[in-house]
């Protein structure tokens, strides 16, 4: 069964620090993978996602997830942290056009002034 | 920018109670979706729409669900008897391709 793990439930960096979240995935084929991150009370908002091509794919607000076929994982980074990333990370992976996203349990940053 | 939507931002209803919670998707979409999540865990699925028509559904979306696209821009979500384990946020999605767009979602609290 397709499952997304992001092993860390919780991080605090400091800011200006730089961040990796982690996400792990287990899918047969080439999943398509997304990053979402949600404020407190608020929406899912994508961050970046991947399809095919260049691995290391861009997104919003600074950051870049680099997909590795042969760990299985997409993580997520900043090379630095700004007040207002605090917030909870989504790592999800999908498999076909109109289909499904299964999430993984989420990461909650803290940031530290 | 185009968005989906949702209404109300948050509903409280008693247990046993029918609620129907609305969406609008972005118009020219084709897939729509619904998750919700739990308070502190994470987003699950629920059950997704094409052509008029549930695509998938999970396990979770059992007899007391069930989604309908009344006209050309709403979409919908019954329950129609609530339980206590019901209360969370309903994420209504939608897309044209591969990427899904999320409304604000709904806060369900049954009480």
């Known amino acids: 069964a397709q499952s997304v793990t992001q092993p860390d439930i919780h991080i605090t960096v400091s800011e200006g620090a730089s961040l990796e979240l982690r996400c792990n995935y287990s899918?047969?084929?080439?999943?398509?993978l997304f990053w979402y991150v949600q404020s407190p009370g608020q929406g899912l908002q994508l961050l970046l996602k991947?399809?095919?091509?260049?691995?290391l794919v861009q997104g919003i607000k600074g950051f870049e997830a680099e997909f590795k076929r042969s760990q299985s994982s997409f993580n997520l980074r900043k090379p630095s942290v700004h007040w207002s990333d605090a917030a909870e990370y989504f790592c999800?992976?999908?498999?076909?056009?109109?289909?499904?996203?299964?999430f993984g349990q989420g990461t909650e940053l803290s940031v530290k002034p | 920018e185009p968005e989906v939507t949702q209404t109300p931002s948050h509903q409280v209803t008693q247990m046993g109670q029918e609620v129907i919670l609305r969406c609008v998707p972005i118009?020219?979409?084709?897939?729509f979706y619904w998750y919700r999540q739990i308070l502190g865990q994470k987003v699950e699925f629920l059950v997704s729409?094409?052509?008029?028509?549930?695509?998938?559904k999970s396990e979770i979306f059992d007899d007391q669900f069930s989604v309908e696209r009344p006209d050309g821009s709403n979409f919908t979500l019954k329950i129609r008897s609530t339980k206590l384990e019901d209360s969370a946020m309903y994420f209504c999605?939608?897309?044209?391709?591969?990427?899904?767009?999320f409304g604000p979602g709904t806060r369900l609290t049954v009480t």
């Open positions: 729409f094409y052509n008029n028509e549930i695509s998938e």
């Open positions: 991947y399809f095919s091509g260049d691995t």
């Open positions: 118009s020219n979409h084709l897939y």
């Open positions: 999800a992976v999908g498999h076909r056009e109109g289909g499904k996203l299964i």
């Open positions: 899918y047969g084929a080439t999943p398509y």
């Open positions: 999605a939608s897309n044209l391709g591969l990427e899904q767009y």
